[in-house]
């Protein structure tokens, strides 16, 4: 009688994940952001062709790192987005390889309009470098928690949106962007984040990756998060004996439907976990491609048609309900619904969220009363508010 074969699960060691991967204080913490300055300077160094044009961000952006490496290769556009975008199409026309810079706010949430018309519908080899997604520049607040960029980015024909999920996968992105000909869209953070790849972690535009082996549902996830999708299926496996697969979506566009689709065949249940909206974003790319070829049950962890908040990278994410508390929530109702049983109306991630937020929101404001004077309201003496002298 032939055996039977045991599912496989726990980290796939294929992808080579780094060691001590749930030993925060073993791993190293460091900005996506530092990924892209490191790899468009490695870009720069292979092809005499690529440039970096910046709004007013260079340090911000990591920018400088090229700038140094090329000063002659380096243009400082000021704050004219709009001009970013356009300029950056037009050095495409003469073979340059532009990476425009900015925070994803500005570029490609201010000058959408020029991305559209003059790098995805003329098809320019323009490589979109969006700083300071997410969540995690803190207490920048709404205006600045760019939200919305994959939704808007997907959309476009021609274009390749990318979400890379640590520093070192940034570099790799970037590095890949430059040698992909067309319109090239990715995202980075501002914050530390743990790395938890290396440099034989495999990797490949338009091909996600299974970072963690499970038969009972499947959580998909993009950027920084990933780590907290993976502390959530660990602590699914250790707690309920629940073994989630976890796979690496890193490419939105092209998605890899053969890896999504396999996945929700074998496992019958997905959540989706992203620092964006979800509506539009990862888990809007997932579900329409399932409601297209395997509808099952999907849970969406990401901002639930909000806007961010003003607050450390940590507060607004947990009330947001994005860490890995709330992925093993929805994670369990992900799952009772896979089993044809009722649940609440509203998920009870999101309520936990909205219920963190409140709380988090009173932290900020006691916070920022201990600083202001008696007649704004604080706690210190109004003699502490001095004008200034003419």
Not at 191 to 202: D, F, G, L
Request: with cysteine; proline share 5%; hydrophobic share 40%.
């Amino acid at each position: 009688m032939a055996k039977t074969k045991r599912p496989q699960k726990g980290i796939n060691k294929e992808m080579h994940l780094v060691r001590h991967l749930f030993n925060e204080d073993k791993l190293k913490h460091v900005p996506t952001r530092n990924g892209y300055g490191e790899g468009v300077v490695e870009a720069g160094e292979a092809n005499k062709n690529v440039v970096v044009l910046c709004c007013d961000l260079t340090e911000s952006t990591r920018s400088h790192l090229f700038k140094k490496a090329f000063p002659d290769r380096f243009i400082q556009m000021g704050i004219a987005e709009q001009a970013l975008a356009s300029i950056g199409a037009g050095l495409s026309l003469v073979g340059k390889v532009p990476f425009i810079s900015s925070y994803a706010a500005f570029s490609p949430g201010r000058n959408w309009e020029q991305i559209k018309t003059g790098v995805a519908l003329q098809n320019s080899n323009v490589k979109i470098a969006g700083a300071h997604a997410g969540l995690s520049v803190g207490p920048d607040g709404a205006t600045h928690q760019m939200l919305e960029d994959i939704a808007i980015t997907r959309i476009l024909p021609n274009m390749t949106v990318v979400v890379p999920c640590d520093y070192l996968e940034t570099k790799k992105t970037t590095i890949a962007g430059a040698k992909k000909k067309g319109p090239f869209y990715f995202r980075f953070a501002r914050s530390a984040s743990p790395v938890i790849t290396t440099k034989q972690t495999p990797f490949k535009i338009g091909r996600a990756e299974t970072f963690r082996f499970g038969e009972d549902l499947t959580i998909i996830a993009a950027g920084p998060l990933m780590y907290e999708a993976l502390l959530a299926a660990e602590m699914l496996s250790k707690d309920h004996g629940i073994e989630a697969r976890v796979i690496n979506c890193h490419t939105i566009r092209p998605l890899d439907v053969k890896a999504i689709v396999k996945a929700a065949k074998e496992t019958g249940a997905i959540v989706t976990v992203e620092e964006a909206q979800v509506a539009g974003g990862l888990a809007g790319a997932v579900c329409e491609t399932l409601a297209l070829t395997t509808p099952i049950p999907v849970e969406r962890i990401g901002a639930q048609d909000r806007f961010g908040e003003s607050g450390e990278p940590r507060q607004v994410q947990e009330g947001l309900g994005v860490t890995a508390p709330f992925i093993a929530m929805a994670a369990d109702r992900v799952l009772q619904r896979k089993m044809g049983k009722r649940v609440s109306a509203i998920p009870a991630h999101i309520t936990a969220a909205e219920q963190r937020l409140e709380l988090a929101q009173k932290e900020i404001m006691s916070e920022a009363l201990s600083r202001a004077p008696k007649k704004w309201g604080g706690k210190k003496p109004n003699n502490t508010l001095k004008s200034r002298k003419k």
